[in-house]
């Protein structure tokens, strides 16, 4: 119950201040533009979420005046909240690292939903309000994490192995740097999961055959087994986050003939990236 009380208020907030600063700035001119009614969407997502951030892809096709019913798919990066990058103070030129990583979390996830207009807009510079759940399986991938380890040999000589993180590291000064990214990259391992999504979309675009919108809501991604990934702390299972997401894309009318849509949505774009 927190989370979602938590999510109503990030939503209130969120919702409010779009709605002001689009009040200051919208002219209320009238929307002249010949509407679409089969306004199926193509769009792409950049994702910010309190557990990390990701991409996405959505097709949104119309199945009345108000619905659509959605396809997508994601791929997100996990960062757990004890997560902190420093430099070995001894060496602070050398690569940052998180001491006590265990291990790198990715997700990928296909789904299926439904999407509903709430308040449409009739105004150029107006915003149209959305409600939309998705959800749908998911594939958890984590690769292990390695170090550059600094070992001396007496008298003056030392060598750099590199390892997993273990019991022999005992403080960050124990570590020389992180491993490149793709060390370790062969030992990926997947995980099944599922995860869904709800949320509020704001669509705000001022042409009819483009989309540009803000989107704000929440996502539970919960995976077959306990993925561990920090020394000393709970492996993780399930992940909650709360998200803010730029959606921009095209609408179109599949109904339409090609050399028609093309010729509609040309001049739009020409003069939407004016603005």
């Excluded at 439904?114 to 984590?142: C, M, N």
């Excluded at 040999?153 to 403080?171: A, L, M, R």
Aim: charged share 25%.
């Amino acid at each position: 119950m927190g989370f979602f009380i938590m999510m109503k208020k990030f939503v209130h907030i969120f919702t409010g201040w779009f709605f002001l600063s689009h009040l200051v700035f919208a002219q209320g001119d009238i929307d002249e533009q010949s509407r679409i009614f089969y306004r199926n969407e193509s769009s792409f997502g950049l994702i910010l979420h309190t557990s990390g951030y990701g991409i996405s892809y959505r097709y949104g096709q119309r199945i009345n005046y108000f619905d659509k019913q959605l396809y997508e798919a994601g791929f997100h990066a996990f960062r757990h909240p004890k997560e902190v990058k420093i430099n070995n103070p001894i060496w602070p030129n050398n690569r940052s690292f998180v001491f006590g990583k265990l291990n790198s979390l990715f997700w990928a996830n296909i789904g299926y939903g439904f999407q509903r207009e709430i308040y449409r807009k009739f105004d150029i510079g107006g915003i149209a309000i959305r409600y939309f759940f998705t959800g749908g399986p998911s594939v958890a991938l984590y690769k292990p994490v390695y170090y550059q380890k600094l070992e001396l040999i007496p008298p003056n000589d030392y060598v750099i192995t590199t390892e997993k993180f273990n019991e022999s590291f005992h403080q960050a000064t124990d570590i020389f740097g992180r491993a490149g990214f793709f060390k370790g990259i062969d030992e990926t391992r997947a995980l099944p999961g599922i995860y869904v999504k709800g949320g509020v979309n704001f669509e705000y675009s001022r042409y009819d055959e483009v989309l540009h919108a803000l989107e704000v809501g929440g996502m539970i991604n919960a995976f077959a087994k306990k993925i561990p990934i920090m020394d000393n702390e709970k492996a993780t299972r399930v992940v909650v986050a709360l998200f803010v997401s730029y959606r921009f894309g095209k609408i179109f009318d599949p109904k339409a003939p090609k050399p028609e849509r093309q010729r509609r949505r040309e001049p739009a774009l020409q003069e939407d990236l004016m603005y």
